[in-house]
């Protein structure tokens, strides 16, 4: 019984690693040995893909657009979230139950509906091929769902820790900053966390806002296709690539999450 308690799990999380060890072998095998056959690892190792994703300057700058314009989006987004939670938490006045479910529609959109509108306007006032440009675009959905999660900790956070603040005599800002921003740090990652995700993963804006100076590593794997195919080891490397920075972040945040799993509105 005790075995078959340790089998489950151990099954399901082997059928979920499966598809990324599947990803790492295509990494280490030539297009040619791919399309060949199936093999368990590669009979003829080699990093060439390895090799020319960080000698090539088109695939790194691909992957240093991305992380620049994530980064950034992540920081703007959180640091206009915060503020704005933090007023829908403590504060009643009118309309503020439409306007925060109007935020969450903006989340709820697709991205394709805004891709034309963004490309004419960044194009109009150049702002088109810049990093700014997808990080300003992704707010558009990361703000709404930064709100969402960091008011459900704020308002879990009893209001007379303000109350008491401002009679020992501090300032917003500083109560804000040193005593209310602590209390509520697992939400702010778990926010940081879902927003960073969102912005690396999405493609179409990303895609249609940038052309060559800030053109992003999702861009750029599209651009493998040949006479012959796709190149298919050099995909397969890009990909897990793509997957380690979105590992990290997990890695540092993960007790953040797990606790807002348990305390906010995840």
């Not at 590669?42 to 790194?60: A, C, G, H, K, Q």
């Not at 459900?152 to 800002?173: C, H, L, N, Q, R």
């Amino acid at each position: 019984m005790r075995r078959v308690k340790w089998l489950v799990p151990t099954l399901y999380i082997v059928f979920l690693m499966l598809p990324i060890y599947w990803l790492l072998n295509m990494s280490f095998k030539t297009t040619n040995e791919i399309l060949g056959g199936f093999s368990m690892w590669p009979s003829d190792f080699t990093l060439d893909s390895y090799r020319e994703i960080l000698t090539n300057p088109v695939w790194y700058n691909g992957y240093l657009s991305s992380i620049t314009y994530v980064v950034i989006n992540t920081v703007l987004s959180v640091a206009v979230a915060l503020p704005a939670a933090y007023a829908f938490s403590r504060y009643r006045f009118l309309g503020d139950k439409h306007l925060f479910f109007w935020l969450l529609t903006n989340r709820m959109a697709p991205p394709a509906v805004f891709a034309l509108p963004f490309l004419q306007l960044y194009s109009e006032i150049g702002l088109f091929d810049t990093h700014i440009a997808v990080a300003l675009a992704h707010c558009l959905f990361n703000i709404p769902l930064a709100v969402w999660i960091l008011e459900g900790f704020m308002s879990g956070v009893p209001k007379e820790i303000d109350e008491t603040a401002y009679i020992d005599g501090y300032s917003f800002p500083k109560f804000f900053v040193k005593i209310f921003m602590p209390l509520i740090a697992s939400g702010i990652g778990v926010t940081a966390f879902f927003c960073f995700m969102f912005s690396w993963v999405e493609m179409l804006l990303a895609k249609t806002l940038t052309s060559v100076a800030a053109k992003p590593i999702a861009a750029v794997m599209t651009r493998t296709a040949s006479t012959s195919g796709y190149e298919l080891g050099l995909l397969a490397a890009a990909g897990v690539l793509t997957i380690i920075p979105g590992a990290i972040v997990i890695y540092f945040v993960r007790n953040y999450i797990a606790k807002g799993f348990a305390l906010g509105r995840v």
